[in-house]
């Protein structure tokens, strides 16, 4: 079946510097990703639509320009973390929708990221 | 504005039993998804329904339309059932997810 494979699983990195988490659907090939964050015992936040070959669309509140969104290819969705900070430490996770109707989502294994 | 709610926000149940899990939604939807994420975050796909009913295993997914509302039922609970089940939809012409709150399901042996 589909598989959306995310990576890391988890990474920890000093303030300041900047994270870079993959998204990649292995068997089909996704036009729409999607990249959420989850606080703990908190919902998922969707954080930003990543669109094949152009601008990322964020959400209310989420800075373009600290989470850099890049979807070169139909398979591959990159988030960057860029100066980040304790706060931004959170799980995030992406997901990609299949089909004509894209109503088939299929998520990455999400990624545990700690800001010391 | 969509809003998801789930109900009950918490459950806790023997082994065995019979569990139901609530979704209401407030606007038309395309689909409804039952997500399951377990304690290591990762998230998978129940379930998506847009009408009637769907099985699998001992899981049963409802929907009803009209009433804006939707099930999970698990049958024969078991500890491996322990996650939070998640409710989320996606709306006409738009693929973006509104989730639901969660439901932390524990089975006790």
């Known amino acids: 079946g589909a598989v959306v494979s995310q990576h890391p699983s988890w990474v920890i990195c000093k303030s300041g510097t900047s994270v870079k988490i993959e998204c990649r659907s292995l068997?089909?090939?996704?036009?729409?990703m999607f990249w959420y964050r989850q606080f703990p015992k908190q919902s998922l936040m969707l954080m930003a639509t990543?669109?094949?070959?152009?601008?990322?669309?964020?959400e209310q509140g989420v800075e373009k320009d600290k989470f850099l969104i890049n979807h070169a290819s139909l398979t591959l969705s990159t988030l960057t973390v860029t100066s980040a900070h304790p706060e931004d430490s959170s799980f995030y996770i992406c997901?990609?929708?299949?089909?004509?109707?894209?109503?088939?989502?299929?998520f990455g294994e999400g990624s545990w990221l700690t800001v010391v | 504005k969509n809003e998801v709610e789930q109900s009950p926000q918490n459950l806790t149940a023997q082994e065995g039993e019979f569990i139901t899990i609530n979704c209401s939604y407030s606007?038309?939807?395309?689909?409804l998804h039952w997500l399951q994420q377990h304690p290591g975050g990762g998230i998978v796909s129940l379930f998506m329904l847009s009408s009637g009913k769907k099985k699998h295993g001992r899981l049963i997914a409802t929907i009803n339309i009209q009433e804006k509302h939707s099930s999970l039922h698990i049958t024969a609970s078991h500890p491996r059932d322990s996650a939070v089940y998640i409710c989320?939809?996606?709306?006409?012409?738009?693929?973006?997810?509104?989730f639901g709150t969660g439901t932390r399901l524990t089975i006790i042996p």
């Open positions: 989320a939809d996606t709306n006409f012409g738009n693929e973006k997810l509104t």
């Open positions: 997901s990609a929708a299949r089909g004509s109707t894209g109503n088939t989502i299929y």
């Open positions: 990543s669109n094949e070959g152009s601008k990322a669309t964020y």
């Open positions: 068997d089909f090939q996704a036009t729409t």
């Open positions: 606007v038309g939807i395309s689909a």
